[in-house]
């Protein structure tokens, strides 16, 4: 009996690190949205992915395609944030985490200079766990292997697959204007393993160099200090998707960034809200109210309804 106990917990273990980053509508990573609510209108913003449906790769099927994808963002065996990831631009739509640093937190860990891959945007099949470049071409060639498919045709090796799947380090490499701009920073993180989180390429966008080291920066400092009293503070960052891409038309540049937080107390009501918004240059952040920031979306987005919060966080 005891042995069939053990047996049963080990069969647990190996389902859950095994489990799907990508999640259908955020089922398995709702506690990062204040009331387990999604934000609404953002979802049929983006563009579709660009394989040719008569030429798919060998291991890949139409409907594993679907744009945008929910990504429960999961680092090791642990889901740390969510993205609304929007295949065709290669770029998130929005993150939406839980900002859990405060003014009185010891500084953060030495930051990163490595990007990581989402395997299972290659190969829904493969682990959840965020890898780098060269990792998931070694997993992609193993599962090619295993499963029979040929790498004889260019469209089933693991140098194809990865960056039509998503943007990767080459897209940004020695770009003058643009760098790899965090969606959820980083700095808002004060576990080493949360932080490590953030450094993949479905969170980053090209952002204005200017910008992201310096208005954009010191606006996410200053939303440290927001979040001062807060028992929980809920956030979420975007992008509006502008008219010019980076490399060609691999990654799209936003026209504006965006950002929107939601502070609660001890019983999950609602102390205060606010919001961003900036010209992807170096232009000051606009600090303005939640409504606010859901008229101009609605109007740069060209849609209908935009909504954020449950009952704007109030």
Known sequence: MKMMVTM???????????????????????????NQMLPDGFQDIALSHRFNPLDLPDGIKVEELSS?????????????F???????????????YILDRRSSSNSTNKRKHNFNIEPQLVYRQLDGTILREYSTKI?????????????????????????TSQAVDADYYKNKHYGR????????HVDGDKQNATFTFTNVVPMNKDLNNGNWNQYENKMIGYADGCTTMYVVTGIVPGNNWIKGDRVNIPSHVWNAYCCVDN???????GA????????MVYEIAMKELQMQLTN???????????NNCA
Request: glycine share 8%; net charge positive.
């Open 8 to 34: 049963g917990w080990l069969f647990i273990a190996i389902v859950h690190k095994a489990e799907p980053f990508i999640s259908d509508n955020f089922t398995d990573c709702r506690n990062f949205f204040y």
């Open 68 to 80: 945008p994808v929910y990504i429960c963002q999961q680092y090791g065996n642990k889901i740390y």
């Open 82 to 96: 969510a993205s609304l990831y929007d295949r065709g631009r290669r770029v998130p739509l929005y993150s939406a």
């Open 139 to 163: 997993k992609i060639g193993k599962y090619n292997k295993e499963h029979g498919i040929s790498e004889k045709e260019e469209k089933n090796r693991p140098h194809y697959l990865i960056p």
């Open 181 to 188: 701009g965090h969606v959820n920073p980083r700095g808002h």
């Open 267 to 273: 019983n999950g009501k609602p102390i205060r809200s």
């Open 276 to 283: 961003g918004l900036v010209n992807n240059t170096k232009e």
């Open 300 to 310: 740069l987005l060209n849609t209908t309804h935009i909504a954020i919060f449950q």
